[in-house]
C-alpha cells in the first residue's frame, strides 16, 4: 500500500477534494510512492504480451501521467514513444524518467495528433472517464493511429461477487458518488464503470476491430481463465 515517501493523508484529503486536473498536480511529486501507480509486475508482463503483436514503430502512452507506459513503449516499439496527459506536474516528472520522449499537455478527449502512431497503450486512467465519454476517448485514439494501427490496454478479471475486493471498490464508487453530488468540483474516479462488454462495444462504435489476448504472466484463477486480459484493438 502507500510508502513513507508516499502522501499524506492530509495530501490526499486535498487532492480528493480538488478537480482531477489539480489533484495529481498536488499529487504529482509522490504518485510513483503510491498504489495508484501501475504495477511494474503489470507493466512488464504487458510488455511481454504487446511483443507477440507487433512489429510496432511509433507508439503513443495516453494519460502517460509519470510516464509509466512510456517504458512498456520504448521495449515495443522501434519508433518514436510520445505521452499525453493534461496534468502539468505529472508530465513534469514523466519528463525527469524519460527526457528524451515526447511529451505533451492536452486533454485526451480533444487529441491534438493526426493519424500518425502504430501503437497506443493506456494503464490505469480509465475509470477517470464517465461512460458517455469513453465514446469519445475511443475516437479520438482511432484518429490519432495509422490504419492498422493497435490500441491495447489491460483488464483485470471482476472480482468474485461478495469477496472483500468487490466490496472494496463497490464502498470506494459510492462513496465518490457522494463526494461528487456534495462537492464541486467533481473528481471523477469510479471502479466500477469499465465493464468488458461495454468496452468492447465502444470501441466497435469508434471503428476498431476487437480481441483479448491473455496476459499469462500474471497467471490464472481457479477456473482457468486469465486473471489479466489485454484488450488488442485494431484500427480497421
Same mark, same amino acid.
Given at each position: 500500500m502507500f510508502t513513507p515517501q508516499g502522501p499524506s493523508l492530509r495530501e490526499l484529503t486535498a487532492q480528493a477534494l480538488s478537480s482531477v486536473e489539480h489533484g495529481y498536480d498536488l499529487l504529482a511529486d509522490k !504518485?510513483?510512492?503510491?498504489p495508484f501507480r501501475t504495477s511494474d509486475r503489470l507493466l512488464a508482463a504487458?510488455?511481454?504480451?504487446?511483443?507477440?503483436l507487433g512489429p510496432f514503430d511509433s507508439g503513443l502512452d495516453v494519460c502517460t501521467g509519470t510516464g509509466a507506459g512510456l517504458g512498456v513503449? $520504448?521495449?515495443?516499439? *522501434?519508433? $518514436?514513444?510520445?505521452g499525453v496527459d493534461f496534468s502539468t506536474g505529472m508530465l513534469t516528472r514523466a519528463r525527469e524518467a524519460h527526457p528524451t520522449a515526447g511529451l505533451v499537455r492536452a486533454d485526451v478527449l480533444a487529441l491534438p495528433f493526426g493519424p500518425v502512431f502504430d501503437l497506443a497503450v493506456s494503464f490505469g486512467a480509465f475509470g477517470h472517464f464517465l461512460p458517455g465519454e469513453q465514446r469519445t476517448l475511443f475516437s479520438? &485514439?482511432?484518429?490519432?493511429l495509422r490504419p492498422g @494501427?493497435? !490500441?491495447?490496454? =489491460? &483488464? @483485470?478479471? =471482476?472480482?468474485?461477487?461478495?469477496?472483500? %475486493? +468487490?466490496?472494496? #471498490?463497490? @464502498?470506494?464508487?459510492?462513496?465518490? $458518488?457522494?463526494?461528487? *453530488? %456534495?462537492?464541486?468540483? =467533481? !473528481?471523477?474516479? +469510479?471502479?466500477r464503470t469499465f465493464r468488458l462488454d461495454d &468496452? $468492447?462495444?465502444? #470501441?466497435?462504435?469508434?471503428?476498431?476491430?476487437? @480481441?483479448l489476448a491473455p496476459v499469462t504472466a500474471l497467471g490464472s484463477r481457479e477456473d482457468g481463465s486469465p486473471r489479466c486480459r489485454l484488450v488488442v484493438a485494431r484500427k480497421r
Open positions: !504518485f510513483d510512492a503510491t504487458a510488455s511481454d504480451t504487446l511483443e507477440t513503449l $520504448r521495449a515495443v516499439c *522501434a519508433g $518514436r514513444v510520445t479520438q &485514439v482511432h484518429a490519432s @494501427g493497435t !490500441f491495447a490496454f =489491460p &483488464v @483485470g478479471a =471482476p472480482p468474485r461477487v461478495g469477496s472483500r %475486493l +468487490y466490496w472494496t #471498490l463497490w @464502498g470506494f464508487d459510492a462513496t465518490m $458518488r457522494v463526494r461528487n *453530488a %456534495l462537492w464541486r468540483p =467533481p !473528481f471523477v474516479m +469510479y471502479y &468496452v $468492447r462495444r465502444r #470501441l466497435e462504435d469508434a471503428g476498431f476491430e476487437v @480481441g
